[in-house]
């Protein structure tokens, strides 16, 4: 039987349906609640033991009325079996419930404790939305897997068995025919429930970018508003959500082919029992008691056939969402490419290469490069992985089809071509030194950033930091050298001070508002009465754009780190702040590092070293007044401020 067709996406783009999981797979999420498991087991047997009593007792119960024997305490037995199997079904259901959370707790865990651990490329090829609907909905199903198909399955089983081999006992014919139809039944329902793990693949993946839609739309809602442009995200994100619906309805479909069948194999086998059993009463093969305990017995087991069903149904849909867990949970986590050089002494260069020879970089006091840099690239060669160039890619394509419909050029978009982004890229920081990074747009500027903070590494050449090759350091020491400020560094929601203490925890008020007022942030201080406390709004949105790259060079400037990398951290100030800004990094830049990407000459003019990126390639280095004599891109730029 064909699975059904992949759904189509947004502007018709076609939606993988995403890997599938096995039952294997779920097995180690259950296996975490053993003990609580095995619980549950005990009281599946107790119950069932109760429950399989009591057709017995209500056949004994019509023999003594037929010889007129007393019943004494038959009854009164009877009815505690009935309360026994009730208060064991109420506690197993409150352990199975308790433990279905508790998987939905563990799996989000895990998720949110691997997706912050991803290498930053699976961002840069993946929607945010879609990953943050794999830790909230996809996680859900989880939890009907021991409410409705672990409970099921397993408590009623027991109850199936025996009520099998009780009615084996009674009269093996009529159970064959039983068998015969039910058998037949549960067949047709297993090929059908492949169908439901199909369609809920598709409709979790519809789910997800649903979920990315949303987000995208409402994270830009006052530039969507501006451009007129609120009917078609709305056209959009519905046809997602139709989507969605679509393979939501498929499952329905089939679902609702999967009742009646349960509904007319528990009808028929009903009337088989009362047709032949009725005529094997007649010819007393059987007694009347035994046939009526026999159909007490048949009612039993249609409470674990209707419960089979259903398991099947929503681990069928589990593990439709358990596949798009599962490839979170199997990506490489950021430092599992760590490489370690044993054969390399500590601290030692691996490979050296000679350093370009355009234009020796010279220190602040105009000295030689000591020969442990702060940061040196030798012959960098980089390109993205496959799976960002293919996303990057796949946006481009829909930027495009998105502009088509809107009647706009789209010329300028980014061709769907995959390219090395830096070619033997060659320069030095030295110590105490500041290097400015400048070129035109796409020349490899925030690549090489990147590159130092070990969010990627070089697909060839090396990084050197402090003369140490930078992947044979863990990222986490690395990092804590460096104190980055990325182009439109984000705002957290929350307060200024919980934005400054990202990444200095143990920092005091005292220090949050000296380093707010270096950057020129002393009037937000007093604009509100919470001071540090005060609130920034989601995304920032009570502080201006200003505010917000000033806020973001503070928290680098409170930890304090040896080395600043600034990502065009001035463009969104004007000439007055701009101004302000300098002199605060000036002020807190003496004896330590800066490598900048300048996006204006006033941050240009006055560093030690200037290198000029054309094409991912290293077209002149010097400073102002050497460049502006031998690099005619950069004597192009300076002409125009370098505003690029």
């Known amino acids: 039987m064909s699975s059904p067709a992949p759904a189509r996406g947004r502007r018709g783009r076609r939606v993988p349906e995403g890997p599938r999981a096995s039952f294997r797979q779920l097995l180690p999420f259950l296996l975490e609640h053993k003990r609580t498991l095995a619980v549950v087991a005990v009281l599946s047997v107790l119950g069932a033991a109760a429950t399989l009593a009591q057709p017995l007792l209500v056949g004994e119960v019509i023999s003594r009325v037929q010889n007129a024997v007393p019943l004494g305490a038959l009854v009164w037995l009877l009815v505690g079996f009935v309360v026994l199997s009730s208060i064991i079904s109420g506690f197993q259901h409150y352990l199975l419930q308790r433990t279905g959370t508790a998987v939905v707790y563990s799996s989000r865990k895990r998720l949110i404790a691997r997706i912050l651990r991803l290498p930053v490329s699976e961002f840069d090829a993946r929607r945010t939305g879609d990953l943050v609907s794999r830790v909230g909905t996809d996680t859900t199903l989880l939890y009907a897997v021991l409410t409705q198909g672990f409970a099921d399955a397993v408590g009623n089983a027991l ?17 064959v025919l039983i068998i015969v139809v039910v058998g037949a039944s549960l067949a047709v329902v297993v090929l059908l429930s492949t169908r439901i ?15 990315s839609g949303v987000e995208r739309a409402v994270g830009s809602i006052r530039t969507i508003r501006a451009a007129g442009a609120t009917e078609r995200e709305i056209a959009a994100v519905t046809e997602t959500a139709t989507a969605a619906y679509a393979a939501g309805v498929r499952i329905a479909r089939v679902s609702a082919l999967i009742v009646p069948i349960a509904f007319v194999a528990l009808q028929v086998s009903l009337l088989v029992v009362l047709g032949v059993g009725g005529y094997r009463v007649a010819s007393g093969a059987i007694d009347v008691a035994s046939l009526v305990t026999f159909v007490i017995f048949l009612f039993l087991l249609v409470q674990p056939l209707a419960s089979a069903i259903g398991a099947i149904t929503s681990v069928n849909q589990a593990l439709g969402a358990l596949g798009r867990i599962q490839e979170v949970l199997d990506l490489p986590l950021e430092d599992d490419g760590d490489r370690v050089r044993a054969s390399t002494p500590a601290g030692a260069v691996s490979q050296p290469q000679a350093p370009a020879a355009t234009g020796d970089a010279v220190t602040a006091r105009g000295s030689r490069a000591t020969d442990a840099a702060a940061i040196e690239f030798r012959q960098v060669r980089f390109r993205y992985p496959d799976h960002v160039v293919k996303a990057r890619e796949a946006a481009a394509k829909e930027a495009r ?70 992947r044979d350091r863990s990222r986490d020491e690395l990092r804590a050298r460096f104190g980055y400020v990325e182009q439109d560094a984000p705002t957290l929601a929350g307060t200024i001070a919980d934005n400054l203490r990202l990444a200095s925890p143990t920092a005091s008020d005292a220090d949050c508002e000296r380093v707010l007022r270096a950057v020129n942030l002393g009037d937000v201080l007093e604009r509100n009465p919470l001071g540090v406390d005060a609130p920034v709004g989601e995304d920032g949105v009570m502080l201006s754009g200003g505010e917000r790259q000033r806020l973001a060079i503070a928290r680098a400037l409170l930890a304090a780190p040896p080395v600043l990398l600034l990502d065009e951290s001035t463009s969104s100030l004007d000439g007055v702040n701009e101004q302000r800004m300098r002199e605060a990094i000036d002020a807190v830049a003496t004896d330590r590092t800066l490598l900048v990407i300048a996006h204006r000459l006033s941050t240009v003019v006055d560093s030690d070293l200037i290198v000029v990126l054309q094409d991912g390639r290293v077209v002149g280095q010097g400073t102002h007044s050497e460049l502006v004599a031998s690099t005619p891109l950069y004597r192009d730029l300076a002409k125009h401020q370098l505003l690029v």
């Open 197 to 211: 793990r199909s369609a809920s693949a598709v409709q979790q993946a519809k789910v997800g970018e649903l979920s």
């Open 401 to 470: 089809s998105v502009l088509a419909d809107v009647h706009l050029d789209t010329g300028e978009l980014p061709a769907e071509t995959d390219h090395e982004v830096l070619r033997g890229v060659s320069f030095t920081v030295p110590r105490g030194s500041r290097v400015a990074l400048v070129g035109p747009s796409g020349a490899g500027k925030s690549t090489i950033l990147s590159l130092v903070e070990r969010f990627y590494d070089p697909t060839d050449g090396s990084v050197l930091i402090d003369g140490v090759d930078a």
């Open 159 to 175: 109850i199936l068995i025996g009520a099998v081999i009780a009615m084996a006992f009674i009269d093996p014919l009529l159970l």
